[in-house]
């Protein structure tokens, strides 16, 4: 199982901004290309008031800060050079999500869609778009919220594939400042159960479903891929999974991942039978450019196991 | 607006070391020569047993460890060669304040700043002090002790100017340890309210304030340094920004910050009139020869923009 | 007082893993060897599912994972070619030790411990074991079992030494996700009256007692080190040093001491007439080869020290 697309993770979350320029961008998308990474999604375009684009629509009208640089622009330009296929993450409010952000998400969404696909499309490598929004218990009124964005989408841009990347709620989905796990993770069945009733409404705008995979202790990790894949096969769906690059384990959150535990990650997915391998991500993670010395030594690691 | 200064993080309160020698000093010296920086601040000169100096009264009388290179000796060393502005920090007996402890700070710092200024005061390059306590709400205790302590180190030294940098108590005011933000950040009315009572206080013997910029959210951060600028004026004192040059909105604390982040607050200052622009700081955070690899981007990233 | 030997940290159980092969493993027994290190210590063999060799015991019957590569034959392999001392650390089940672990741990490691030395003996540089659990509050069924694990594998291989390396319950004792200190760490005379009774249960079977040197603070270590001497001798036991060259003060866990620090330790290890010196560890904190680039700093520090 090989690695194929990764994240862009502009603008990000909760991993420290490496402040790299286009120069340094470039040579971050030839070392990509060099591992086989065909695909990038860019993580989300804002994040409440930080965005990765010139846009009317949350400058003008929902006061985001124009940034220095269109990284979008510049992402789109290096996918074309690279012949990569980049999928366009949606806007994300605040990473929490009740009702009234999910209003103002599809109230800001719909027309940001419409102006990135106006401003953007031109570039051969548009070829997707990733609803941003990270969630993993039922919620029915954010899958209504997904579906319409999704169907919205789809039908600005001749239906261009669209991809999400929930989290399962395991052991491990817990904040970033307090313990490492929690007591009670979701059981596959009960996983199984919720995702079964979102997708059902989902069918028709979700192209691919790519659960991140660290939530979950490496010894369950095979039967929640199981799971997925079914879940996928049976709402008519690709199956990826976004084997994350980051180390859930340990107290600095987050360095590189020890190649064992990817090197797991990949066989199990391998083994379910999953359509694509994606990665949380390659910049930080597993890149030789990475700030993180021990990113560098994990893309060598893969190399030697992709070249085997 | 540009840095023209930057403190030095020794002794360092929660920031890791990068055991430098005088070598890697100098170094770090050039780079800061290079992007313009006239100006270092001595963070403190000690905090509880660990110090920065040679000090007979430090060591023999209040016993802080001897430590193997005499840092002020060195830094005064390099400020003369590269023709900058050196400030000393006086001792911190251990970040926080009550009673005792300013009873204690004030029987230690006095003496110190005598034996400092006797022992350092050669150097062409010791053009001032800095009051090292960090505090924010209003502190009567500490404003007495800050003042009667100002107006002894100015008298020992001919008046040279005293510098404080102070934080405004926002949402972002929390201990490293747990959550990134608190829910009641001070308003910027109780602000202004506190520190006028405070700094009326310091007429006279405080010359610079440098409110530290990182503790409130970028949408307040106009209307703060505009309150700030108004409080140094009406007491007749310089209005510094203390640019800060690390992230505080990620979960490893601390790594350098995003430069849009850096420079959304350096055209706020610029546009609320500020005097000066420091930061805390450039060896780590922004300095090619810094350990974190993402602030050698920062610095390319900044001389990109001074050079523009 | 000098370094003499390290810990090598696989498995890892709370610092992020380098992600090196055979080739960066090598050259960095190459910088220890430069540094005068004679031993290397094997932290743990596993812990949980995660192992550092191939072994059937671990695999086979307690559902381990198989590694990609065997650490353990690779680190004698190079602790024979550049003439160091090994010492095998036994397997950790999970960091906490109520009865039941303590069973398990028994009953995985008698017969791993055979494996190992039939397997792995031939190596001339496999000098020692590593008893690998660590506690310190006295604990009587523990210390049953790291008697009788003792004396198995001392009766196993011709009586090679046997080495624990034991934390004291000092006001640094704490978990790494909370605050950096707890108000009450143990006395040194409860620390002395508690090991006492520990050791007078391992004599025979212990060579060489270790203690971390971390978890007091600066300012009381001198005196745990004497009480750590005066507990060797009466038990007939070496007693050595642990120096950790990781930075317990700091927001991030864990980034390596500074020099000034690591100093003090080692004077108060010589002066307390300790009889070895080891550290936690080199190849994260105090290598050029570490990932952190103040572990470079750390050994240029070092190597400057102990060239004088």
Chains 1, 2, 3 share one sequence.
Request: hydrophobic share 40%; proline share 4%.
């Amino acid at each position: 199982m090989r690695i194929t697309g990764t994240f862009l993770d502009e603008i990000s979350y909760d991993i420290p901004h490496q402040n790299w320029g286009p120069k340094e961008w470039e040579a971050d998308f030839q070392a990509m290309k060099a591992c086989g990474i065909d695909t990038v999604v860019l993580i989300r375009c804002g994040l409440q008031r930080f965005i990765a684009l010139d846009s009317k629509v949350l400058v003008d009208k929902f006061g985001c800060y124009r940034p220095p640089i269109d990284l979008v622009e510049l992402f789109l330009t290096l996918a074309d050079k690279y012949g990569m296929a980049f999928y366009f993450g949606t806007y994300d409010l605040y990473g929490v999500h009740d009702d009234d952000m999910i209003q103002l998400e599809r109230e800001i969404n719909f027309p940001l869609c419409e102006e990135v696909w106006k401003k953007y499309s031109h570039h051969p490598s548009f070829k997707g778009w990733y609803l941003s929004l990270e969630f993993s218990r039922r919620n029915d009124k954010m899958i209504a919220f997904q579906h319409d964005l999704g169907a919205h989408v789809k039908a600005l841009s001749g239906n261009l594939p669209v991809m999400v990347s929930p989290y399962i709620d395991g052991c491990k989905a817990v904040p970033a400042g307090g313990p490492l796990t929690k007591e009670h993770g979701i059981t596959v069945e009960e996983h199984y159960k919720q995702w079964d009733a979102m997708l059902a409404n989902m069918e028709g705008v979700l192209d691919a479903v790519a659960f991140q995979d660290g939530h979950v202790e490496y010894s369950e990790l095979a039967e929640f891929l199981a799971a997925n894949k079914e879940l996928a096969v049976k709402h008519g769906m690709q199956s990826w999974t976004n084997c994350e690059t980051f180390d859930r384990d340990m107290p600095i959150r987050f360095l590189p991942i020890k190649w064992e535990k990817m090197l797991l990650k990949l066989e199990a997915a391998e083994k379910a039978g999953l359509d694509k391998a994606i990665t949380f991500e390659f910049s930080h993670f597993m890149s030789p450019n990475s700030m993180y010395t021990s990113a560098g030594h994990l893309y060598n690691r893969y190399m030697e196991y992709i070249q085997k």
